[in-house]
């Protein structure tokens, strides 16, 4: 990769190394940081698997990193987490006066309607450029999974099922399942995509699943207190297409959580955990 990496920050946590990074990016033609978590074990020179975590609306790398609590748990694990930004940024990068379009809502997706076009290409930052970047600076090894809150539960969600060789489990928490048939999405893939219905379904869940033969194993978790469950998230349509396709997802309803980072804090440890598993199993890839 042409672009090199600045280290802006370093903070020791549970003996590993908490960091940020900045650089160029040529995906999306402006500047990027990212935040990344570095086990014990990688400090001492052995590369571990990763695990990339995608965030949801308004958010940035910041988010996970400060609420979450990973840390802990991923220093006894071994697993690196990579925390990109959530969308392009920079004063030549177009915006929106509302929170669910522009910066802070990418959506994960390569936008191909002008103005949007030129910068938000999310979709092929987080496959391709960021990985490469990472897999070339730190000490990691090619084995990826990938997880997601809200917004960036779709994002995991779409990245994996459209490209399961590349992960070998996902994870999600609260995600936008069905974005061509929601409020948010439908602004969005409106914005981004125009009225393209093919598009669109390339980047739905819910549609993905149901059009597959990928079988990469997913946790998700949804509150039952969650204020955009009905509206926005659409968790029972994707339950239904795990249930006619056997796709291998556990959707587990949790009661009277909601959409916050506590909810996140509440089970982190139980995805990381699922992660693990499949980063050092020695089946095959998407097994």
């Not at 779409?158 to 609260?174: G, I």
């Amino acid at each position: 990769m042409a672009s090199t990496l600045t280290l802006t920050a370093e903070h020791k946590c549970f003996g590993g190394a908490q960091r940020h990074y900045t650089h160029r990016s040529t995906v999306l033609n402006c500047d990027m940081r990212f935040a990344v978590y570095l086990p014990p074990a990688a400090l001492e020179g052995t590369p571990v698997p990763v695990l990339y975590w995608l965030s949801g609306l308004t958010c940035t790398d910041e988010n996970f990193t400060q609420k979450a609590g990973a840390q802990r748990v991923a220093a006894e694990l071994g697993l690196a987490v990579v925390a990109p930004d959530t969308s392009p940024r920079g004063d030549a990068v177009p915006d929106d006066d509302n929170y669910d379009l522009g910066k802070g809502a990418g959506f994960y997706i390569n936008a191909t309607k002008a103005p949007w076009n030129e910068h938000y290409r999310m979709y092929d930052y987080v496959l391709d450029e960021l990985p490469a970047l990472v897999t070339d600076n730190l000490p990691v090894t090619g084995n990826c999974a990938i997880a997601g809150h809200s917004m960036g539960g779709h994002g995991a969600l779409v990245l994996a099922l459209r490209n399961p060789e590349r992960f070998r489990s996902v994870s999600a928490f609260s995600p936008i399942c069905h974005p061509a048939r929601c409020p948010w999405g439908e602004k969005a893939f409106t914005a981004y995509l125009g009225d393209n219905p093919q598009l669109w379904e390339s980047y739905d869940a819910v549609l993905l699943m149901k059009a597959t033969d990928a079988k990469i194993p997913a946790l998700i978790d949804q509150g039952t207190d969650d204020d955009f469950l009905d509206n926005q998230l659409h968790t029972d349509s994707l339950s239904e297409a795990v249930e006619a396709t056997g796709f291998p997802a556990d959707i587990r309803y949790q009661e009277g959580y909601d959409h916050s980072y506590f909810f996140i804090a509440t089970f982190i440890e139980d995805h990381l955990r699922f992660h693990h598993r499949h980063l050092v199993s020695d089946s095959a890839l998407g097994g």
